[in-house]
């Protein structure tokens, strides 16, 4: 199984709500990966989780929080987001944080903030 | 900026013709690996090149890194319809944190039946 899945496929939310995202691989992976990208551009990474640690955080607004349950799961919480927040979200996990592992990544989940 | 930068930023050709996109970056790198988005969805890995590799093969892809140049080419040969995608190169950069991958701008690859 290589697959990475993520829930939900697309999300409308208003700037109060609050809601998850949520990834999940099967592959033993212990790096997973949060990434935002818009239209047009190229993924912009915002979280990695390294053996279900935070390992890198790129200065993402407080009001993205992410969550590692376990090895195999990894969710983004969204609270008070705002409308240039809207884009798609990409979750991916490596074999291992390093230089020489390719990244699976997920479907996406695409995100409107109204 | 890390990131690398994709050459065209489009390409359109017919089916069975041939399709390269390049692909430069400034820093020393570890390794360059390519990936292919199709509209609106995730990226699929195609190909890893290591710095002390010159050429790779894997189907229909060739990739090429010149390291001196800091450039790597993506060919895809008797490109088909379903080849139409967004294409990135994306790099490990030997000073950058564990797990941060650059990834380019982005060629976008329309093929014509």
């Known amino acids: 199984d290589t697959e990475v899945t993520q829930t939900p496929k697309h999300l409308v939310m208003g700037m109060t709500n609050k809601k998850s995202l949520k990834c999940e691989q099967h592959m033993g992976h212990r790096a997973m990966y949060w990434y935002k990208q818009k239209a047009k551009k190229p993924p912009e990474l915002m979280f990695v989780?390294?053996?279900?640690?935070?390992?890198i955080n790129e200065s993402v607004p407080s009001r993205f929080s992410p969550e590692c349950p376990n090895s195999s799961l990894l969710n983004l919480h969204l609270h008070a987001l705002q409308p240039e927040d809207s884009a798609l979200y990409l979750c991916?996990?490596?074999?291992?944080?390093?230089?020489?592992?390719?990244?699976?990544f997920g479907p996406g989940t695409r995100l409107t903030v109204t | 900026s890390q990131q690398g930068e994709e050459d065209p930023q489009a390409l359109s050709i017919q089916e069975g013709e041939n399709a390269t996109m390049n692909c430069s970056y400034k820093?020393?790198?570890?390794?360059l690996q390519w990936y292919r988005q199709n509209s609106g969805r995730g990226l699929v890995h195609l190909i890893l090149i290591r710095s002390n590799e010159r050429e790779k093969h894997s189907g229909r892809l060739r990739v090429t890194l010149d390291t001196s140049k800091k450039s790597s080419s993506l060919l895809i040969t008797a490109s088909r319809a379903a080849d139409t995608a967004s294409y990135f190169c994306a790099t490990f950069d030997r000073g950058s944190t564990l797990g941060r991958l650059y990834f380019g701008r982005g060629t976008q690859l329309t093929v014509w039946p």
């Open positions: 991916a996990s490596s074999q291992e944080i390093g230089r020489i592992y390719e990244q699976y």
């Open positions: 820093t020393s790198i570890n390794n």
């Open positions: 989780y390294s053996y279900e640690k935070l390992s």
